[in-house]
C-alpha cells in the first residue's frame, strides 16, 4: 500500500459539465501522475507533476487540465466533459527517482459522462 | 516512440497448469520492465520488475526474465491457481525525466478449478 487515495471513486455526469478528480499521496513523492485506463488500450498517460505547480502533458492530454498546488494532492479537471471521457482514470506516485524506481497505482474512479 | 505487445487474451487454464503470457517491446535506451495485475474492480498492483538486461524479477511465483537480445519479457508460472484470474499489464519505463509507463493491452486469465 503506496498510502494512495483517490476520490470521488464512481461518478457519474452529463456531458459538458466540469469534473475534478482528485489524488492523494500520504507519503511526500515529488512525481504524480494521471492515466486512463480504456478497453484495448492498456494505460495511457494523461497528465503528471514533478513537483508543487510542476506539470506535464502526457500521451492523451486534450479535454484534461491538472494541477498541484500541495504535494499531496494532484487534480485532475475535465473542463467540460464529453462521453469520450468516460473511462476509469488511476492515479500513481513514482517511489524513487533512479533507474530502478517504480509507480504505484491508486484503487481508481470510474467515470461515466452521459 | 515506445511500444509494448502483448499476447492477446483471454487465456483460460485449468488449476495447475503452465502459465505463459508474452511480451515484447520496443524502446530507446535502456527502459525497466514491469508486469502488473489487476483483479476484478480493483486498481493495478506491481508484481514484479527489472532493471537491466538478464535481471530475473519474481514474486508470488510469477517469473519474467529481461532480454535484451529479443527484446521480450514474458511472464511465467509453473502452476496457476484460482486465485491468479485477473488481468496482467506488461509495461516499460520512458528513459526521460518523466519516466512515465507505457503500457500493454492487458490480457485477462482466467483458471478454473
Known amino acids: 500500500d503506496a498510502g494512495i487515495t483517490q476520490s470521488p471513486r464512481h461518478k457519474v455526469t452529463e456531458t459538458g459539465t466540469p469534473v475534478t478528480l482528485r489524488c492523494h499521496q500520504t507519503e511526500n513523492h515529488r512525481y504524480m501522475y494521471w492515466y486512463r485506463q480504456d478497453p484495448g488500450h492498456g494505460l495511457r498517460l494523461i497528465h503528471y507533476s514533478y513537483g508543487v505547480k510542476d506539470t506535464d502533458k502526457g500521451e492523451v492530454s486534450d479535454g484534461y487540465s491538472v494541477s498541484r498546488s500541495k504535494t499531496e494532492d494532484f487534480l485532475l479537471t475535465l473542463e467540460s466533459a464529453t462521453s469520450s471521457q468516460t473511462s476509469v482514470y488511476f492515479c500513481?506516485?513514482?517511489?524513487?527517482?533512479?533507474?530502478?524506481?517504480?509507480?504505484?497505482f491508486g484503487p481508481g474512479t470510474r467515470l461515466t459522462v452521459l | 516512440g515506445n511500444s509494448v505487445t502483448q499476447m492477446e487474451g483471454p487465456v483460460t487454464l485449468s488449476e495447475e497448469a503452465f502459465l505463459t503470457i508474452n511480451c515484447t517491446y520496443t524502446?530507446?535506451?535502456?527502459?525497466?520492465l514491469f508486469w502488473y495485475v489487476q483483479y476484478p474492480g480493483e486498481g493495478l498492483q506491481l508484481l514484479l520488475k527489472?532493471?537491466?538486461?538478464?535481471d530475473k524479477g519474481s514474486n508470488k511465483g510469477f517469473e519474467a526474465t529481461y532480454r535484451k537480445e529479443t527484446t521480450s519479457f514474458h511472464l511465467e508460472k509453473g502452476s496457476v491457481q484460482v486465485s491468479d484470474s485477473a488481468v496482467y499489464f506488461c509495461a516499460l519505463t520512458s528513459s526521460g525525466s518523466a519516466r512515465q509507463l507505457t503500457f500493454g493491452s492487458g490480457t485477462q486469465l482466467t483458471v478454473l478449478p
Open positions: 524502446a530507446t535506451g535502456y527502459p525497466s
Open positions: 527489472a532493471t537491466k538486461a538478464d
Open positions: 500513481a506516485i513514482r517511489s524513487g527517482e533512479t533507474s530502478t524506481d517504480t509507480q504505484y
